[in-house]
């Protein structure tokens, strides 16, 4: 395979916990010893897990500064505990809280003693990203479902950050309420104030409320972290284990009305002929809107939608035979994803998940812009509108909806490359036993308009339908989780062909027992998993599933899956060490086995792995891995529709070390190492990286990538119907090379006014060479399933280069309104010549392409009638 896996440095069922992260707020653990569980336990009464708000007839000065007279009246929470890394200690520093409200707003002071607020770490940046700063985090759960809560996180520089958060534990942070905080370091340490809008939350309508709340300080210098009330890492989830705010009367249900004008200048480049580019200029105006239909029901829309603030896709270049996964950056479709969460494919303990809807099909790149290809055709699809209502009832029902309709784009030959297309999809989830478990239903449909151009390549309609169940039990640190879908897509006979052949499918294969009909115009599936997990409760963890997906199943129209005829049983076995000693602060060590099959029964992957995670006292990380297959099992999909062919044993590694992220300058460092193929097939990879902070406003950040990998049996062509024994299916040995750069410099002026640059050049160059054709495909002998072909001939390689760089300048020039100044360039070239890799020839090449640039301003003014 020429991806390797472990670009990242982590692999299989790796738990990825570079300090301080929000994800660290549910990190499991082994918990305390029994003489601490019992000392806990006498320590944290019922009443200590009960705060109190007061009704305030003059709001509160909200100026990060202490000494306002409307807080001294307020009962003050100071119950704190640490949870990390010592679990129910007491903490060396007080934390006072206090809570006051009016009909409109939430209004809550931390006070954070310090005896040494000079050292206290403050950093600025732009709102939504996380530093090595102290910070103050309010988990508010407003519908008090223990299962959905908003938080609300200030810093000593007063930089502010929000999140959405369901499932228990679940962050979603593209969720930006519009709220008011300050803070401030004092002679006693440092304050925070927020005055948080009941208009920016949901809540149910009644006489009185209990609001469910965690609240967590950072001590960033220490790398010591309380809560109230007590947060325990030997359970599943935060949300649940939040305390409670009493003495909340009745609320007025808040106008829900958000209205988000935006107009956007843009000048971008476009190709004219050879040699030969213009730069038109482009404007536009949109709209977002947000309206509260009731408190429980939100309504989501935008009209003619731009993103071009949003940063570029990294480079890829992908010789695999499956499509490449790209994350979601649109805000539109981001805020609220967690609804329409249905997970059909997950990588090790439900991580990089795939499912029914994967967002980015809306506005996707032309799928026929390669079939009618020009440099001038448009790179994506225009979206005319797109509206979602979503919510939580007070039965416990979630409720998603969403309608997305994009235009017909036509290339420069005046062809349709993209046909109109309307996008649907529902889902409703009911909660079950108090949050405990839960049923859900999705279906999405896609509808395209169709022409002469598009008929026969593009399927007419798609359909899926799913679902699923979970239940949690024994304090939550057990789970059974389940699913089941269908699907069925129409089209041309012509199209519905393509689908039947495509790599998701493949079954023009002859050595397997799925029949190709080329004159259906329709073909449907269906897909099922079952997983049961322990996530909490001691030092282990474990996660066994089932999935099956048949050969006919296909959802690839709104949501991403890279195959189907498909089997999966996984194992992940883990010890979680979370106390600390002498030796470390915390280590995790995993072990995961798999094996996979085609629905018939062909064994297609057999592997293990094991890597282990360890944070030294001193903060450094260690991190160490491998993985292997034994041989025995058959690549079915590596030929491109031709036969399954026996796979040799492999095996890799990689080892790993993280400086301390609390210094001005913290080194990483990974690398990495396999072989295979008899010892034919061979790689490794290093991964540099630095980040460094001259001062509290100016942060950079680089790092790099060299890979070299000789890949003996790399797919290189099929000559032939792949459907006969004459076809001739070929491969080479391709020696690549694989060299990227990543920077990043943030400047931040103010928490509301941020200067960020990215850069990315990417080169990767490959030399193919000993052409060869599957011969016995299954043979148990390597040079009896390899033999030559070509006569000698070369068959040539590539030099591809990319360069993206994105500077931004984001102002938020007054509470929820933007103004964004973007420069973004490009510069590419394809496959080609010359096919030896020169470091120096190869990244000076990129600066001598014609660049490709879009200049933008794009401004918004939110306001709420």
Not at 363 to 374: E, K, N
Not at 481 to 486: E, G, N
Not at 839 to 851: I, Q
């Amino acid at each position: 395979m020429l991806r390797i896996r472990l670009a990242a440095g982590l692999v299989a069922g790796a738990l990825l916990v570079s300090y301080p992260t929000d994800r660290a707020l549910h990190a499991q653990s082994r918990g305390p010893t029994t003489a601490m569980t019992a000392a806990l336990t006498a320590a944290t009464p019922d009443r200590m897990r009960i705060g109190q708000a007061m009704r305030t007839t003059t709001p509160p000065t909200i100026d990060g500064r202490a000494g306002d007279p409307v807080w001294e009246s307020a009962p003050v929470i100071h119950e704190f505990l640490e949870y990390e890394p010592n679990t129910g200690a007491e903490p060396r520093f007080r934390t006072e809280i206090r809570i006051l409200y009016d009909d409109r707003y939430l209004y809550i002071q931390g006070r954070m003693f310090d005896p040494a607020p000079d050292s206290i770490i403050s950093l600025l940046s732009r709102r939504d990203v996380r530093t090595e700063s102290e910070q103050l985090k309010l988990v508010i759960d407003s519908y008090h479902d223990r299962r959905t809560a908003y938080q609300f996180i200030l810093n000593p520089a007063g930089v502010k950050r929000d999140f959405y958060v369901y499932n228990d534990n679940v962050e979603d942070p593209t969720w930006d309420a519009v709220w008011d905080g300050h803070a401030s370091i004092d002679s006693l340490g440092w304050v925070a104030e927020f005055r948080i809008p009941f208009s920016q939350m949901r809540f149910a309508d009644l006489e009185s409320h209990t609001f469910g709340m965690m609240i967590v300080r950072d001590i960033a210098r220490t790398r010591q972290r309380l809560s109230w009330p007590l947060l325990r890492r030997d359970r599943q989830g935060y949300i649940s284990q939040g305390g409670d705010i009493e003495g909340i009367g009745r609320l007025p249900q808040p106008r829900r009305v958000e209205f988000l004008p935006y107009t956007v200048s843009k000048s971008a480049t476009r190709p004219e002929g050879p040699g030969r580019w213009s730069h038109p200029f482009e404007q536009t105006i949109g709209l977002d809107l947000k309206y509260g239909i009731s408190s429980n029901l939100t309504l989501d829309a935008t009209l003619n939608p731009d993103f071009g603030q949003v940063e570029a896709d990294p480079a890829v270049l992908n010789l695999t035979a499956f499509e490449q996964f790209f994350e979601e950056r649109r805000p539109f479709f981001l805020e609220g994803a967690g609804i329409f969460d249905f997970r059909t494919s997950c990588g090790d303990v439900d991580e990089d998940c795939t499912g029914l809807f994967y967002s980015r099909r809306i506005g996707r790149a032309p799928q026929l812009s390669g079939r009618y290809f020009d440099d001038a055709n448009p790179t994506s699809s225009r979206i005319l509108g797109a509206a979602k209502l979503s919510g939580r009832l007070a039965s416990g029902l979630n409720v998603g909806f969403l309608n997305a309709m994009s235009a017909e784009e036509t290339g420069s030959l005046g062809r349709t490359i993209e046909p109109q297309t309307s996008y649907t999809v529902a889902r409703v989830q009911q909660e079950l036993s108090k949050g405990q478990g839960g049923v859900g239903f999705m279906l999405t449909s896609v509808n395209r308009s169709l022409d002469a151009d598009t008929r026969d390549f593009l399927r007419s309609d798609a359909n899926t339908g799913g679902v699923d169940f979970r239940h949690r039990f024994f304090n939550n640190n057990y789970e059974l989780h389940s699913y089941a879908a269908l699907s069925r897509v129409n089209g041309s006979a012509a199209a519905i062909a393509a689908t039947q052949r495509d790599g998701v499918h493949r079954y023009q294969r002859r050595d397997d027992g799925v029949e190709y009909d080329p004159t259906r115009t329709s073909l449907g599936g269906d897909a099922q998993r079952v997983s049961f997990s322990k996530f909490g409760g001691g030092i282990t963890r474990f996660q066994t599933l089932y999935e099956r997906f048949s050969p006919g199943f296909e959802s690839n129209d709104l949501g991403f899956q890279s195959r189907a005829d498909q089997q999966t049983f996984r194992n992940w076995f883990a010890l979680q060490f979370q106390q600390p000693t002498k030796a470390y602060r915390r280590m995790f060590v995993n072990f995961n086995y798999q094996q996979r099959w085609s629905t018939e029964g062909l064994r297609t992957d057999l592997g293990f792995n094991t890597n282990a995670h360890m944070e030294l006292p001193n903060t450094h990380w260690l991190h160490a891995g491998t993985s292997g297959q034994p041989g025995g099992s058959y690549d079915d999909r590596g030929a491109r529709g031709g036969p399954a062919f026996r796979r040799a044993a492999s095996i890799e590694g990689f080892l790993g070390w993280e400086g301390d992220r609390r210094k001005a300058w913290t080194p990483t460092f990974f690398m990495g190492t396999w072989r295979g193929d008899e010892w034919r097939s061979r790689g490794w990879w290093v991964n540099p990286g630095y980040q460094f902070r001259v001062s509290s406003r100016f942060n950079a950040g680089l790092s790099g990538r060299i890979a070299h990998e000789l890949n003996d049996t790399q797919w290189f062509d099929n000559f032939g119907d792949v459907a006969t024994d004459t076809a001739h299916i070929t491969f080479a040995e391709l020696d690549q090379w694989t060299v990227s750069i990543t920077s990043r410099v943030n400047f931040t002026v103010t928490p509301a006014l941020s200067i960020q640059l990215y850069a990315q050049p990417f080169v990767s160059v490959g030399d193919f060479r000993e052409w060869k054709e599957l011969g016995d495909a299954r043979s148990s002998d390597y040079d009896t399933r390899f033999i030559p072909y070509g006569g000698g001939a070369d068959p040539g390689g590539f030099n591809f280069k990319q360069l993206r760089t994105n500077t931004v300048v984001r102002w938020e020039y007054r509470p929820g309104s933007l103004l964004f100044f973007v420069w973004q360039q490009g510069r590419d070239r394809g496959l080609g010549a010359p096919t030896d890799f020169d470091f120096r020839r190869d990244m000076g090449d990129l600066f001598d392409l014609h660049p490709n640039n879009t200049f933008l301003i794009k401004a918004s003014y939110w306001f709420n009638p």
